[in-house]
């Protein structure tokens, strides 16, 4: 197909147009971008650790490793900051160890079997100790109640299987009355070393924080109290001196011996009202009686 000069020239005018306007097209087209979203600023906020409650009073509670060997006993570890030589006088001791029973005996009541029916956190009378007790050394108190249940400190054997530190101690001093006195000593102290003073001690024993030549050593000037009812409800609570104390046979011995092999002074018996002390503990923890 042939084309006349001006149809030649009218077409190369359009073909320029079209290139020119899609030129323009291309320069104009909107581009199209993705406008970014603002950014958020998340805070995240730390939870804040707990803060360990410290317990109320004398942080008295049942020590649930001794029940694998169905024993009861009540117990906590006082730490001051101080000397409890100089914090407490031998008074105080004494309205320790009372106020010591007092938490006891609340607990327990709160837990008595509803019309006899028993569970495993109810208290029955019979597994109800009948006394409190303490033993003062250093800037720490030890409290415990006496054991109630089967035998425990002549029976008891830690996890390598020795027996516990305090029943060697009652061994040598059984040994000390017998050359002293003679071999009709009885062998075993005479509440079967269940008593408040011995579970304290027991304690001792086996606190890490104590060092081993203050085990082996006991360092001067502990001190021991005892405050309870006994076992006899009608009786009443008081304080109360070492066991064995009064015993008319000397083959018969007791707390009042025992202490006195370790120069453990129980003081004498206070006069008087017993005033909870005011000085607080800085730590209230505890020391199973139980080793795991």
């Known amino acids: 197909m042939s084309y006349s000069n001006s149809e030649s020239t009218r077409l190369m005018r359009l073909l320029l147009l079209f290139f020119f306007c899609f030129s323009i097209f291309a320069q104009t087209t909107e581009v199209i971008t993705e406008t970014p979203s603002p950014s958020v600023e998340v805070t995240v906020t730390a939870t804040p650790t707990p803060t360990p409650t410290t317990p109320a009073g004398l942080g008295i509670k049942q020590d649930r490793s001794a029940l694998g060997q169905r024993n009861y006993v009540w117990t906590s570890k006082l730490r001051y900051d101080g000397a409890v030589a100089n914090l407490f006088s031998d008074n105080d001791l004494y309205a320790l160890a009372k106020q010591a029973w007092d938490e006891m005996q609340t607990d327990i009541a709160a837990r008595r079997p509803v019309n006899g029916r028993q569970t495993p956190d109810t208290i029955s009378k019979r597994d109800e ?43 040598r001093c059984q040994m000390a009355l017998r050359t002293e006195i003679g071999e009709n000593v009885s062998p075993h102290h005479t509440n079967k070393a269940s008593c408040a003073e011995i579970l304290a001690m027991h304690q001792y024993y086996l606190d890490p924080a104590v060092a081993e030549a203050d085990k082996t050593t006991l360092p001067a000037g502990m001190r021991a109290a005892a405050y309870g009812d006994g076992g006899n409800k009608k009786r009443g609570a008081k304080p109360y001196e070492p066991c064995g104390n009064k015993a008319e046979d000397r083959t018969t011995w007791g707390c009042s011996q025992f202490l006195g092999s370790m120069k453990i002074v129980a003081p004498p018996l206070p006069t008087g009202t017993l005033t909870n002390p005011t000085v607080t503990p800085v730590e209230i923890t505890y020391i199973p009686v139980c080793e795991s």
């Open 129 to 171: 100790p009948g006394m409190m007790g303490l033993i003062a050394v250093g800037n720490t108190i030890y409290l415990a109640s006496s054991m109630k249940g089967g035998k425990f400190i002549y029976g008891y054997t830690g996890p390598s299987g020795q027996p516990a530190q305090v029943a060697l101690a009652l061994d």
